[in-house]
């Protein structure tokens, strides 16, 4: 059973999420705002964070942060502010989604869904290493190495190189991306995948010339 950390101030929004979370089959433990968080992570392990972004003590973001400092764990943002820098700002410190208020639960309930069982193909996949001159790609062990050494990725940059990698050669629509990568229609801009081309460009040093603009479509690794 995937056991999920419902982390919000407000006691009716995080009664809806345990609700369908329960109904789902997941085991659902609360916590009311960021010190919270990261306290319970400190002594339990969970499959999935939803994790609210304003509240007291400690924000969404900050307490993001710091448990990935415990063991890195997928979190998805939940917030009443939808702009693109708040969003982008969230992936960045390694939310692998970002759901804004008012939200559907049972949107929520997929979005949870394909966050989990993505986890799982992860730890499940065969060992495979790729190279490309000093580019090292470790996709079962999710380590990126450059010119030797270990380079930091959010989560969606890993997930966005290692689609990329496995599909050299091969032209890739912003559309193509954002579902095999987003893991579903993503309800926002396809400026988040340029975004996170250049996050991830910017992450690559010399090598970021495998990742080929296709003006007018989207990106090609061309190796």
């Not at 799982?120 to 490309?132: G, Y």
């Not at 969606?156 to 095999?180: G, H, M, Q």
């Amino acid at each position: 059973m995937s056991r999920i950390l419902v982390c919000d101030d407000e006691k009716n929004i995080r009664n809806v999420v345990r609700e369908y979370a329960e109904f789902e089959g997941y085991e659902v433990v609360e916590a009311e705002d960021g010190m919270a968080a990261v306290d319970v992570c400190r002594r339990e392990s969970f499959d999935l964070i939803v994790m609210d972004v304003m509240m007291p003590r400690l924000d969404g973001f900050s307490a993001c942060k710091e448990i990935n400092k415990i063991k890195p764990t997928p979190v998805i943002m939940l917030s009443a502010r939808g702009e693109e820098y708040d969003k982008l700002f969230g992936f960045e410190i390694g939310a692998v989604d970002y759901v804004v208020k008012p939200f559907s639960p049972k949107e929520l309930m997929a979005r949870i869904k394909i966050a989990i069982n993505r986890g799982v193909a992860q730890e499940n996949a065969p060992s495979e290493r790729l190279k490309f001159e000093g580019l090292e790609i470790n996709i079962a062990g999710r380590e990126v190495i450059v010119d030797g050494e270990k380079v930091s990725l959010t989560p969606k940059e890993y997930d966005l190189l290692f689609y990329l990698a496995e599909n050299k050669n091969i032209a890739l629509s912003r559309e193509k991306l954002l579902e095999k990568v987003w893991g579903f229609d993503f309800f926002g801009d396809d400026r988040t995948v340029d975004t996170h081309i250049k996050m991830l460009r910017n992450s690559l040093g010399p090598y970021r010339k495998f990742i080929v603009t296709l003006r007018g479509m989207g990106y090609k690794f061309e190796a």
